[in-house]
């Protein structure tokens, strides 16, 4: 005899709410409901826009009112939109970078992903003191500063689509410079001792050797070393002279007689190369580039992210290839010296640590190409050589010191 065994079918779970006073339910299709004095409405799938929408007219619908159409239309994702139709237009006119408006978009991304659909007329200050949570999960002091920054500049925006500044600003705090400095202090020293130094120039390869002494040499970082041109090298009077590209201040650069021998053979290696591959158009005036024909530092963009995103996107889907990084970071694993915040721009960090005990702050400022802010920039004409040259010998006796003939005697100089 066969027994047949009827089961009742489990019920499926609910899905969960984001919080257990969460006002809406959530079918099975995934969208969330409100059922309100008879009638089923439907707040849509996403729960944070859902619960917006209901906020917004909840009171209409516990009364029996027709819900009327929000105060204000304008969402989040409005304002994101029109800001970086704007700021595309901008790069297009040359007045930005490209990679600026990469920072643009991720800022406006990350906007759009926490509350696009919201319109401007609901979001409180609560709201954004809760981002300001969101975004310092995982985050370091100085990235939040920066993300933040441009996420004010974004919200400031929505005056051209509302008329009125936007009223909670402010509650987006940025980290303090108390803050940044308390968690670098927490971190590691980001310099080299000149013994070290001297290891890396000894065991780096022609080029990386070449950058390494400029690096300490004059303060160069990674994007200097990749835009550098020949003509801004004059190695017969040992001067480099060129407007830095990221602050377009000028930098002129007195050079040491080994920076002057290892750029010597690395524009000879970098024309060598010249002779075997095909170049990229922007590397035929470089002092540098790789073996592939290369900038050591470039922009790309990723065809694999753009072919996803599509032709309508305005993410620039920027990639930055920087082998003098890579490569550095390679040589100081082989050295044993990798530790952590050491990288190449850690050079340019020695070299403004060690040059300041020169005691000639403008001097050290005016060879890393810093911007100088007060009044003074306006007025001065020209900076002493000789100011620039104190410094750089200083850091070049540092790095490396002056050898004692035996059975001498240091004495000190005379008092004039």
Same mark, same amino acid.
């Given at each position: %005899?066969?027994?047949?065994?009827? #089961? ?32 089923? $409405? ?5 729960a944070d826009n859902a619960l917006a929408e209901w906020l917004r007219v909840k009171d209409h619908l516990l009364h029996g009112e027709e819900a009327p159409p929000a105060k204000d239309g304008t969402t989040l ?29 991720n800022a406006g991304k990350f906007l759009d992903q926490w509350k696009g659909q919201w319109p401007l007329s609901i979001l409180t200050r609560k709201d954004f003191v809760k981002l300001g949570t969101k975004i310092?999960?995982?985050?370091? /002091? ?14 400031? $925006? ?9 009223? $909670? ?8 410079? /108390? ?11 980001? %310099? ?106 470039? #922009? ?39 530790? $952590? ?22 001097a050290v400022n005016f060879l890393m190409g810093h911007i100088d802010s007060g009044m003074s920039d306006a007025y001065r004409e020209r900076f002493d050589d000789e100011r620039l040259k104190r410094v750089t ?20 100089? /005379?008092?004039?």
């Open positions: %005899m066969v027994t047949i065994v009827v #089961t009742k079918r489990a019920k499926p779970e609910k899905p969960a709410k984001p919080h257990k006073d969460f006002p809406l339910t959530q079918r099975s299709d995934g969208r969330w409901v409100k059922k309100v004095r008879g009638k089923i $409405h439907y707040f849509g799938r996403d994702r409005d304002v994101v939109n029109d800001f970086l139709d704007e700021k595309m237009e901008r790069h297009k006119a040359d007045k930005i970078s490209l990679s600026t408006f990469q920072g643009y978009y310092a999960k995982g985050r370091s /002091k100085v990235t939040q500063r920066n993300l933040i920054s441009f996420i004010r500049i974004i919200l400031q $925006h929505s005056k051209h689509l509302t008329g009125e500044d936007f009223p $909670h600003i402010n509650a987006l705090e940025k980290p303090t410079k /108390k803050d940044i400095r308390v968690e670098r202090n927490a971190k590691p020293l980001r %310099m080299f001792e000149a013994d070290e130094i001297r290891t890396i120039i000894g065991a780096a390869g022609v080029q990386l050797r070449a950058m390494t002494l400029l690096a300490i040499n004059g303060g160069f970082g990674q994007t200097d070393m990749a835009n550098l041109l020949e003509s801004a090298v004059d190695l017969e009077t040992a001067w480099i002279v060129y407007p830095r590209g990221k602050t377009g201040v000028y930098r002129r650069c007195p050079l040491w007689t080994e920076t002057v021998d290892a750029l010597r053979e690395a524009m000879t290696h970098t024309k060598e190369i010249r002779a075997t591959v095909k170049l990229d158009p922007e590397c035929r005036k470089l002092v540098f580039i790789t073996k592939n024909g290369r900038k050591w530092v470039r #922009t790309q963009q990723s065809a694999k992210r753009a072919a996803i995103a599509g032709e309508d996107s305005l993410d620039p889907m920027l990639n930055t290839v920087d082998s003098v990084a890579t490569e550095f970071a390679k040589l100081l694993r082989k050295l044993e010296l990798k530790t $952590h915040g050491r990288n190449f721009y850690a050079l340019r960090h020695t070299f403004l640590t060690i040059g300041e005990n020169a005691n000639d702050q403008k010998d200083y850091v070049h006796d540092w790095l490396f010191p002056p050898k004692r003939i035996k059975g001498t005697v240091k004495r000190k100089p /005379k008092a004039r």
